[in-house]
């Protein structure tokens, strides 16, 4: 009997350490949050389960939005901690692949280098005694809005010397400067900068949304050469182009393609984001419709990524995702991809510069787009998050939403 006891005693000792290192892996390890779709379900494995508890926030009228307060158990008794989760319905969207024509104006003037003016009392350096710097955007001349670097061209030859008021933007911040250009010993009156108005670049389109006429391209903002920054958008028009050929990628060099804009407006630019370039279609695309993969559903392994790189149009190519970031800060560098295409590596050398944007696919789900290149080894680069890019597409119309209230 006595060692019965004891048998029994080390048994239920065994039984409370195991749910005890079960109860306490769980509650260090597992979630506090967690995003799935409609159509999914919470599956932590065999040892824990989901129970939702209350609805917190209803779904909104599409039937998206629902976060209910959940609690997690072991073996179905014993708690575990609380949870959070978050469904959503499950987006669609129309792929795209296929390149386009930026022409992009911005929002002010760029400042993109600093110089001197020669005098013919020597070298004078009015920008800089301005206090411009390399970056400011210069919004207003003399209260007038600055549309144009013609604009600031003409104001400074037309100066007579007199100092102009200029109202900058410099990292958020507003700033009142006088700015007195010189006379040239070429004559006219110089002001010791040079800017910059717009840009015009190809990049590929990434998705269309048919249900809010909208279309997302590049993963990533469309920067200024010179200062690096993401040039602030005024307006701007998308169009089709046409790749007529490409420079090959190789170590230490990365290629591009080379292409050239057509008659073909495709729709004018929303907005100029650090996820990519985002606009209104003219009208709708008829392209494959395919799910929209939520951030937690990336994996490692095999995928493959839709461009473009001559006139047979956008293609499928294998690639392997092998890195995946999933709570990265990095907007646009939420995976790590290599090209295993021999066909493409072959062609192109892996990746080049205007296959930003190219759709990545995996289990039949959009999950993300091409947005960098190594430089030392092109056959890798970095990738954005499909879902991050939709949601900056849902921020615009959710803000236009509000100012129509």
């Known amino acids: 009997m006595k060692r019965f006891f004891k048998a029994v005693s080390a048994a239920l000792f065994v039984l409370c350490a195991a749910v005890y290192g079960f109860v306490a892996y769980?509650?260090?390890?597992?979630?506090?949050?967690?995003?799935?779709?409609?159509?999914?379900?919470?599956?932590?494995g065999e040892i824990y389960s989901v129970q939702t508890v209350e609805t917190v926030q209803a779904a909104s009228s599409d039937g998206s939005g629902r976060v209910c307060k959940s609690k997690i158990t072991a073996l179905k008794l014993f708690p575990v901690k609380d949870m959070t989760v978050n469904v959503s319905k499950r987006r669609y969207v129309s792929l795209g692949g296929d390149v386009f024509g930026i022409k992009l104006y911005t929002k002010g003037i760029i400042v993109v280098s600093v110089?001197?003016?020669?005098?013919?009392?020597?070298?004078?350096?009015?920008?800089?005694?301005?206090?411009?710097?390399?970056?400011?955007?210069?919004?207003?001349?003399?209260?007038?809005?600055?549309l144009s670097s013609q604009q600031l061209t003409d104001s400074v030859e037309q100066s007579q010397g007199k100092a102009l008021r200029l109202r900058i933007n410099r990292e958020g911040e507003t700033l009142e400067l006088n700015l007195k250009p010189a006379l040239s010993v070429n004559g006219g009156y110089k002001a010791g900068i040079w800017v910059r108005d717009s840009s015009a670049g190809i990049?590929?389109?990434t998705f269309y949304d048919n249900a809010s006429g909208m279309f997302a391209g590049l993963g990533h903002g469309v920067c200024d050469v010179d200062t690096g920054k993401i040039m602030p958008l005024n307006n701007g028009e998308a169009v089709k182009a046409k790749v007529n050929g490409f420079y090959k990628s190789s170590a230490g060099n990365p290629g591009e393609l080379c292409g050239v804009f057509t008659d073909a407006a495709l729709?004018?630019?929303?907005?100029?984001?650090?996820?990519g370039i985002f606009g209104d279609l003219l009208k709708?695309?008829?392209?494959?419709t395919v799910p929209v993969a939520l951030e937690s559903e990336v994996r490692v392994g095999k995928a493959q990524v839709i461009t473009t790189i001559d006139d047979s149009g956008p293609?499928?190519?294998d690639i392997e995702i092998i890195k995946v970031y999933p709570s990265s800060d990095l907007s646009t560098r939420n995976m790590i991809i290599k090209v295993t295409d021999k066909e493409l590596l072959e062609k192109t050398g892996g990746i080049v510069q205007g296959m930003s944007?190219?759709?990545?696919?995996?289990n039949s789900m959009l999950v993300g787009a091409v947005t960098h290149v190594f430089i030392n080894s092109t056959d890798q680069g970095?990738?954005?998050?499909?879902?991050?890019?939709?949601?900056?597409?849902?921020?615009?119309?959710?803000?236009?939403?509000?100012?129509?209230?």
């Not at 390890?29 to 159509?39: F, G, K, R």
């Not at 729709?267 to 996820?275: A, F, M, Y």
């Not at 709708?284 to 494959?288: G, S």
């Open 26 to 44: 769980g509650a260090s390890s597992l979630p506090d949050e967690i995003c799935i779709t409609e159509d999914e379900s919470v599956n932590l």
């Open 382 to 405: 970095y990738g954005i998050f499909a879902a991050r890019m939709l949601d900056t597409m849902d921020n615009l119309k959710n803000a236009e939403q509000a100012l129509a209230s």
């Open 357 to 362: 944007g190219s759709p990545i696919i995996q």
């Open 203 to 205: 990049g590929t389109v």
């Open 315 to 317: 293609q499928y190519y």
């Open 284 to 288: 709708p695309i008829e392209a494959k």
């Open 267 to 275: 729709g004018s630019l929303r907005v100029n984001h650090e996820t």
């Open 115 to 146: 110089d001197s003016v020669t005098t013919r009392n020597g070298s004078v350096d009015p920008a800089s005694a301005a206090g411009l710097k390399c970056g400011d955007l210069i919004t207003h001349i003399n209260g007038k809005a600055a």
